[in-house]
């Protein structure tokens, strides 16, 4: 058998999907380290989406693997129209993360009226669609053939197609690795256009449309990739520029030290010495007669003193601070340069 025939069967469909489940599975675990790392908020969306579509394609390789080796033939009473709802919250998803911020403002706002619109509808159009369906008079026809799975071929078809030119227009990088993505999704919901119109459908279109939703690991697996890289590549650039500026601060926060250590030792050199010149008038009015207001004064005088003194250990202390401080900013200076030869 070929391994095109062996694809086309439910054992070669679970192990396609498998290996998608295995591919977003590993964007789920980089995403989410990258978010806890960073906390940014379009990562959310990103891992919303990835971590969606790991479970859609776990269960969908889980139904293949019981069709093929248990002999089971689950029901298309839920899951297909939980499938495509999810699959409409992970486009939606998708879109958020990576085309929002190339929006300018005002559209911006559209598209978050855009977004949160198409949420709550297909919200309330999932329940009501499932009530319909559970109340089917003819079930037996399979939900690939039902009005239902049509009115979703089409309105994805049409929100995709919306995205891509979205996405075209306004997305500054990488713009097509996107559109490819929203394309590969455009194919699988045309195999699913056929099977409404077919009851037989060639198995080498079910492997196409199992297949090339691989393309959307792809495509935004490396979008995410040369994203993450640019925004590390920038953040080191920002710290090489922060601390070049930093190291002139450092310079002259050394300066100003020197002087301030100048300056206290001349303030306590002229403390010192007024002190002295005090204690000798102080003796030599002791000696003489009634003067009571001159040594009141001298007491005075040397209370100033004694607080100038004070204030002098004071800018000491800051002076040490300081010195403290440089020392500090140069470590951490010195441990940028080493990143810098690094990098």
Excluded at 36 to 62: M, Q
Excluded at 204 to 217: E, H, R
Excluded at 298 to 308: K, L, V
Excluded at 317 to 337: F, M
Aim: proline share 2%; net charge neutral; glycine share 4%.
């Amino acid at each position: 058998m070929s391994l095109l025939a062996q694809l086309q069967t439910d054992g070669g469909l679970a192990v396609l999907h498998l290996v998608q489940t295995i591919l977003f599975g590993a964007m789920v675990y980089i995403l989410a380290a990258e978010y806890f790392r960073t906390l940014k908020s379009d990562l959310v969306y990103k891992l919303v989406a990835s971590f969606s579509i790991t479970l859609l394609n776990f269960f969908s390789a889980g139904i293949y693997y019981l069709k093929q080796f248990e002999d089971l033939q689950p029901g298309d009473e839920f899951f297909p129209l939980i499938h495509n709802t999810v699959f409409v919250v992970i486009v939606l998803a998708l879109a958020r993360a990576f085309i929002y911020d190339f929006l300018a403002e005002r559209n911006q706002r559209r598209f978050d009226l855009f977004f949160h619109s198409n949420l709550i509808g297909i919200g309330i159009a999932y329940f009501g669609m499932q009530f319909y369906w559970l109340q089917s008079p003819d079930p037996g026809r399979g939900f690939h053939q039902s009005w239902l799975q049509l009115l979703f071929v089409i309105y994805f078809v049409f929100i995709l197609i919306f995205l891509i030119v979205l996405n075209l227009k306004y997305r500054e990088r990488f713009a097509w690795r996107i559109s490819i993505a929203f394309m590969a999704i455009i194919v699988a919901q045309l195999v699913n256009l056929w099977q409404f119109f077919n009851e037989h459908v060639p198995g080498g279109a079910l492997v196409l449309q199992a297949i090339v939703p691989v393309l959307v690991p792809g495509m935004f697996g490396s979008v995410v990739f040369k994203e993450l890289i640019a925004s590390n590549t920038k953040m080191l650039q920002d710290l090489k520029h922060i601390m070049e500026t930093q190291k002139g601060v450092i310079h002259e926060m050394e300066d100003l030290s020197v002087d301030l250590e100048r300056l206290s030792g001349n303030l306590t050199e002229k403390a010192t010495s007024s002190w002295t010149r005090l204690l000798d008038m102080k003796s030599i009015v002791e000696k003489e007669s009634h003067s009571a207001v001159l040594l009141e004064k001298i007491r005075h005088q040397s209370r100033e003193i004694e607080e100038t003194a004070g204030q002098a250990d004071s800018l000491f202390r800051v002076i040490a601070r300081i010195h403290t401080k440089n020392r500090d900013l140069a470590r951490i200076t010195d441990q940028i340069d080493y990143v810098n030869r690094q990098a």
